[in-house]
T-cell receptor, first 115, second 115 residues
Framework: AQTVTQSQPEMSVQEAETVTLSCTYDTSENNYYLFWYKQPPSRQMILVIRQEAYKQQNATENRFSVNFQKAAKSFSLKISDSQLGDTAMYFC????????????FGTGTRLTVIP | GAGVSQTPSNKVTEKGKYVELRCDPISGHTALYWYRQSLGQGPEFLIY????????DSGLPNDRFFAVRPEGSVSTLKIQRTERGDSAVYLC?????????????FGPGTRLTVL
């Protein structure tokens, strides 16, 4: 079974500052993918960034980057130059490379960007 | 182009009633997923369709839940004899095909409230 743990229910950051959201996971799979999704009040989940487990290089997407530590089963999200529009729930998610490719989500971190 | 749409946006029903929730995926997407998001939780996988067939229904909580996708496009999630514990946001996602490289695009969800 796969589990995803987000230990920070709420975080806040000043506009233009940097914040890091934590995520750990547990799996016996060797090949898998990890994701960060953003869910604003509109409820629509939006993909922020994706990491393949077999890639050692950390993924980056503009202001968003991850710190993937496979041995530690850790997958944190760093948001640089935080903007008011970044205020949302952030979910870490796991996907097996085989099977249905459904997502396993953590419980989320509510991020508030303070002007 | 149009994204994933879900109707209704909100549904209030009484305990014991039958409800249908509809998902219109992005045109041409063969993979379709249903998730359930309870208050304060991340989404949980319910069922996955590849084309018209339910390829994985292992997440359906019991036999009161059923989903169809008769023509490989629109899908309907059906809940019989609703219970208060069924109250949640039901999210639908579609992707071009199965696989982690094919991003899952989410709809805005249907918020179901069982009184």
């Amino acid at each position: 079974a796969q589990t995803v743990t987000q230990s920070q229910p709420e975080m806040s950051v000043q506009e233009a500052e940097t914040v890091t959201l934590s995520c750990t996971y547990d799996t016996s799979e060797n090949n898998y993918y990890l994701f960060w999704y953003k869910q604003p009040p509109s409820r629509q989940m939006i993909l922020v960034i994706r990491q393949e487990a077999y890639k050692q290089q950390n993924a980056t997407e503009n202001r968003f980057s991850v710190n993937f530590q496979k041995a530690a089963k850790s997958f944190s999200l760093k948001i640089s130059d935080s903007q008011l529009g970044d205020t949302a729930m952030y979910f870490c998610a796991f996907m097996k490379a085989t099977g249905a490719n459904n997502l396993f989500f953590g419980t989320g971190t509510r991020l508030t960007v303070i002007p | 182009g149009a994204g994933v749409s879900q109707t209704p946006s909100n549904k209030v029903t009484e305990k014991g009633k039958y409800v249908e929730l509809r998902c219109d995926p992005i045109s041409g997407h063969t993979a379709l997923y249903w998730y359930r998001q309870s208050l304060g939780q991340g989404p949980e996988f319910l069922i996955y369709f590849q084309g018209t067939g339910a390829a994985d229904d292992s997440g359906l909580p019991n036999d009161r839940f059923f989903a169809v996708r008769p023509e490989g496009s629109v899908s309907t999630l059906k809940i019989q004899r609703t219970e208060r514990g069924d109250s949640a946001v039901y999210l639908c996602a579609s992707s071009q095909r199965r696989g982690a490289y094919n991003e899952q695009f989410f709809g805005p969800g249907t918020r179901l409230t069982v009184l």
